[in-house]
């Protein structure tokens, strides 16, 4: 009886997904946000702080709590794909996928034959999962592809339509970038939103969850709103600095 | 040229010290806290989770900024408090004092002969303090006792006038515990916060720094109204719940 | 609602404790022995091979089972068992206790005021415990102590009588060395039979937990028909050395 | 006089090369394995649970016995093949090679110019192969590619004969999955059982190591009986696995 | 305010950059090089033995000091350039370039949009570069590309004239190894020699800084007389092999 | 057949033996002095930046060379120094050594009963001495006391006399601020220059093993001449600094 992916069933809900965003390296932060109320906690391979015997604490200490973990990769890098999948994460999102044929990849990496080509040795999956793992791996692990170029944005169709692929992460930043504007994690200038929009219309449609990585609570509650069934409240290195630095002016009566 | 403590200048100047404090057991937790306006940060070696090769990284990070780098040791324990030092620490908070004898061995363990009986070797405390660090290491370096016992405050007189004692740090908590209440941080009831404003006024009047840890922002801004010269609102860890928690209830629309 | 410890119920329903002894540095091997069986897990920080920062892996590892978390202390350091308690430890096997006021400092380690002295900052033990961890930490939390000197064999009786304490844990190399025998950890001699049966019986009568190390399983399995109440069947490094090395020679046919 | 790699001789020598395998990430259980009667040890960067930096530690903990220490790098990545090599790996074990020309890349990796592009800096390497590492480190480096797909399957005799590979190494669990079967590490159906022994025979046939992972010593024994020259009787986490849940079952009197 | 790249006006006013070299993964080495004279410091990600978790303890304590912390690359790998700069490098060395496509490659990953590829999340760039960082690291950040190989040696011109590219790093031992010479670092055969002077000759002719790695002090001295503007004078495992290597020699009055 | 402590018979020998100090806490800067001519290196646990996590990493390190492995700890504290015996240390130099009694209890520490009070366990001990580690323990571990207090030159005779004390190792630098002079490691002013030679004269009266820290080489080399047994030409640390400093320094042509 492997354990099932809690993503799945809210997303057949339709209920909104809030996730968490680890750069800490730390397994005491990500078990503390596991303790904070949170469906998923990303563990941010890319952007985050933390190499693989880091990340391998946070998914552990993630795994003491009712959170979903997942590992946003450092690329479409499929043996690192696959050993975030060996080490116990439930899913994927990967950054920079622009065309179909990189979306296909992601799948292929994230599942075992004959679907696609992930390797077998499952390593702490199986302690995560459960004995049955491999019977049902392919069909509880969630990959989500990242649009976040021009190319990406114009392919959002296609890749959509990728089988095997649950979803569109997007990063409102690099998209942002991508379309000649600033990197904000808000909303953002029109041309911004129109695209955040189209991606977020076109995933929906595909039947996919539509994912994006928010600025706070209050964007994230936006978004949900826009029809979103996935959300980033920031993440911890960010929610830890804004209180921090909080908690010091008030101290200092600012 | 040693680096001077900032926190002598600061406490001569009455200006309360703003002090934050660290459980997370890595670097990049401490360096943010380090870019959110704290005048010291301290690593905390008592209740944090951290062993010593993460608290080295910890004050490196920590070095890396403006903020002086404190440890609170785990107790009263001389060759723990000498690695702590060694590492670059410009301070230590020692908890569970309860007699002068007890605080004169503090002191000891911090200072070079003919002070005290500091071993020399001070390793990465030369890279931080700078090349003269033996000169005036002794002058430089902040001991804080933490009074939280019922003998201890009963000695608090004796305590606060220490030669070579740069104040009392409160841990409102064990303290509580000690006077027979529950382990609050924030204001309590009359007969601990009566205790902390005798510690308080003790420690003021014996020309020491008088700390005490807080519940947040608000509580601190308070305890400097009261006339504390250091305080701490939160620690790192409880920030990032608090943050994270409140993120994922306004992500919910709750 | 706090975790409850599920070591009291299984005392009290008579049913033998099945302890794991981890001495692997590392967060899967202990996350590979709670899903093995076992009933309990102890992290040994005096003969193991961790630090702190591993000690924390392996805590968050284990609370990824239903295994309890315990942590054999390297000494009777209150420091150092107050933080096994902070970092998640569920219990406490403190080792070379010969006086019941060894005990009874053991104990008060363990326990928060007024009971005992236990500093309050319960950082991962909070996460695992849950929210009203104070409120329940000094009944849920197991103290055994280890009796293995003569003095210690002397005083048994006042020993296990000591108020707070769950029940005495032999070793028996220890026990064997005090006795003027070899370290063995299987049946031994009359005369370290006639201790250990002693103790047993000693703790037994003062309704303790009477707990063993033993060199295997089929030892294990004649300790509880023997009355034991919690045995360790090996430790992790042993079995391993054993199982790998049985590999090797069945692989080249011998 | 660089340490010249056992294996070579073993090889030569037609004696059967027993192999272990490191999943666990520390230097402890590496440690333990060199003690168990093994000729190589591979750290698995594949399916095992360590980063470089865990990777190393195991690397010294293996080089303080006579056991050769390998590693299975994550993929055909020759950045990171040349990073294994210059931390004190006598070997790679590379997986999924399907073509010739994957296999001379592999094999150009692990190689210095002229035969291949290896990059100079040997680091590690040097200290454990001594102070003339680059004379000799070419011939001495085992260079073992996986057949572990159909397309592997189909090019075995060209991949089998590449210059400067040392050998095949099977992986059962991939292959078997390559060919629709389920992904088991015994003996298995009759087309998995053909595939391993062309691959076996072709291996053989052009002078190469023939080597297979097998699911524990009996069937590794078997193996060497079918004419295997390298051997691999199941890996560190699941010899832990199963003896500790022996262990535990034969306590509980099971 | 960004923090600028003082290499930036060290090599404006051809001021020679001396740049140090850290192989040990320990950020405790690489303060101690921070404090030892050198405009920068280059964590070896290529032939040093630390992976993603040591390095970044590494970054933090070069951020201690006045020195530029600099990484080189395990390869012309996108996603892992990213993160080195995420983790505050101000500069990047990159191995093995060999086309001006490689080059063009590397730059883009190294500069945000609309100039390269970079994905935003900067993390602890932020932290060592300043609130603005993202307005003014393509400008500030360091990119240099090793040139190695025959190819390379080829495209120089073409390689060197890449539009923000901001030199070339020579590595005299793979320059040796693909000119058919020995691995030497210091200088050497004639056609060694003529093949750097004309990669030096190229580059100060196209603007950029030529660097190279020299065996020791002396050497670096030779090549800054040469022109060369960014030495480093052999690396810290070297430095303290033959730094112990004479302490133990002299101790034993040889 | 137990590893025989090279520094027994090259002290009966009349040898003088070469010591290292290792303070970075990495097991390739301890791997590189044990390729450097040392007889034994010491992993400074008191004055040292490294945990018992990296400590450990350091042993197996040293483990790989013929350099025998010695740990100074942080105190007189039998548990922690227990646990640097079960991590495969063969000798511990042990600071503050003052009384007869001190030294008693240390070497007690240190030897299994009925000699003393180690505890069993020995752990990675028993991989790196031997299947009959335990008996033969006692007799091949070295115990050296540090004398560097008034009291303890005044016992120093008692001390050097204590039945089962392998020497006395002398801490410049200590010495000389407890005899209120400042901290120097070379030569020092009369009064510190007799009170080392006081000490040596009666250890060598006593049989005992005669050590001392030294600035450098040449330090060394003279101490050496004057009697001494064991000597220490500086530690790694300083070493690298030194080195790295000059490399700079000549590199800018000072």
Redesign the interface.
Known sequence: MLRTNLLHSLHAAGT?I?N?WA???????A????????DAITV?A????????????ML??I??TAAVPLVRS??L????I??WL??GSYGIIC??ISTPRDAAALVSACR???TG?R??????GL??GGSDY?SHANSEIIVLAMI??EEGLANVEAIASTPGLDGIYI?P??LS??L?Q??VTGPSTAIVNGAIEHIRAVTARAGGIAGIF?A???V??QR?AEGFGL?T??N??T???????????????K
């Open positions: 909104p809030i968490a750069a800490l390296p730390t397994g005491y932060s078990e503390l946000l596991g303790h904070s109320g949170y941010d890319q952007h985050g702080m933390m190499g693989f015997d880091a990340a391998l604490a552990q200490a795994s003491t450092s690329g890098v499929p043996p690192e696959m050993r060996d080490a950054p920079m075992y034959p004959p080509d390797s077998y040795g499952p390593a702490r302690l995560y491999f976040e170029t990063g930043s690099d970038l991508a000649g600033s990197p928010c706070d609570g209050n994230a509650a949900i959300v409240p920031g911890d290195a929610l830890l600095r804004t209180a921090a630095t909080t908690a010091a002016r008030i101290a200092r009566g």
